[in-house]
């Protein structure tokens, strides 16, 4: 599910050679002032991970205009010149096209002065620093406890969502699921309860939640976010090449065996249920076993009562476990389209 991108931009960044391009656009709470900074960019470190994205940006503050930006957002567009005019949201008037991430917000700003340099250091931190920061006061206090029985996990995160943007401000979405269905996220109908032993954020609720599918939720531009079901016959979503565009500069990886290679989910079981009824789903790799050995791991569900969802649990824990067996790094000239679970595909044909 690359971000889509106009053909000159795919060219222009393909190119050996080109004029790479950052947007940034910071734009205050209430959106009524933005302050566009791009020309005064020094250094951009950006951080896209599982559940948690962030960015160091050094601006140039020479003539000393560079304000306070705390609590500003900034959705960083990456790009190139390709010489087209486009409109916002994709380009400019001065021949520059680009494709947004995700939202950030300015944490910190830090200004430094030394013989010859002026500039402002800014820590931004995104959409996932947001649900950390947000505790679901569903329910009755002081305990805030809310109950979700005959919802599914796909339901439950919407309803986080909207409670999330009611009390922010910021109008957080869930994407339809479309083509991501892994038959478990909107099917399952987990007994769910928050703030039990502690009042909890949303991002690990999300993440708990998430742990019961197949599926992985990536954010996006606009307050998005959207779910991902990885699946081995998925078409590529990027391609690079040792000999033709869109280069490679390095490409190393790493293959584990997996461990464990036998998931076993115990269920249905706790006070007043008799141990006779518990429910066990196994689920197995017989490739990875007959490689090396039986490995097993132990999971508990207590709250599911039928076997199909022990299994569907047991399948998921399983796959989870099989996606972390291949594990790369890849080093390329900027790809505006990439995004986090895309599937990429590197054809190398060096030592042929």
Partial sequence: ??????????????????????????????????????????????????????????????????VDLTGYWVQIGYGFYTGNNVAEPNGDNAGNEYSYSSRLWVKWQSPSSAEGILRQTLRLEGMWSVLGEYVLLLGDPPFYNEEYTTTTVYGI?????????????????????????????????????????????????????????????????????????????????????????????????????????????????????????????????????ARYMLVTGLYQAALITNLTDALNRADAILTRLKAEMLSGRLIIPHDSRVELYDKVRVYDTRGL
């Fill in 1 to 66: 599910m690359a971000r889509t991108i106009s053909a000159a931009l795919l060219t222009a960044q393909q190119g050996v050679s080109g004029t790479p391009y950052v947007k940034l656009k910071f734009t205050s709470k209430d959106g009524g002032t933005t302050y566009d900074y791009s020309s005064r960019l020094l250094e951009l470190e950006h951080h896209e991970d599982p559940y948690n994205d962030y960015a160091v940006i050094r601006l140039r503050d020479d003539d000393l205009t560079v």
């Fill in 157 to 289: 995160i919407t309803a986080f969502l909207a409670d999330v943007s009611t009390g922010t401000g910021y109008t957080f979405t869930l994407d339809a699921l479309g083509t991501q269905d892994d038959g478990i996220i909107n099917t399952f109908l987990p007994d769910f309860t928050i703030n039990q032993v502690a009042y909890e954020d949303v991002r690990s609720l999300i993440n708990t939640l998430m742990e019961m599918t197949k599926c992985y939720l990536r954010a996006q531009a606009g307050l998005a976010f959207k779910v991902i079901y990885p699946r081995t016959d998925d078409a590529n979503n990027e391609e690079y090449y040792s000999y033709q565009a869109h280069f490679f500069y390095e490409y190393t990886e790493k293959v584990n065996l997996l461990i464990p290679n036998r998931v076993i989910v115990f269920a249905y079981f706790g006070e007043g249920i008799p141990l006779s009824d518990l429910i066990t789903a196994t689920v197995n790799d017989t490739t990875q076993q």
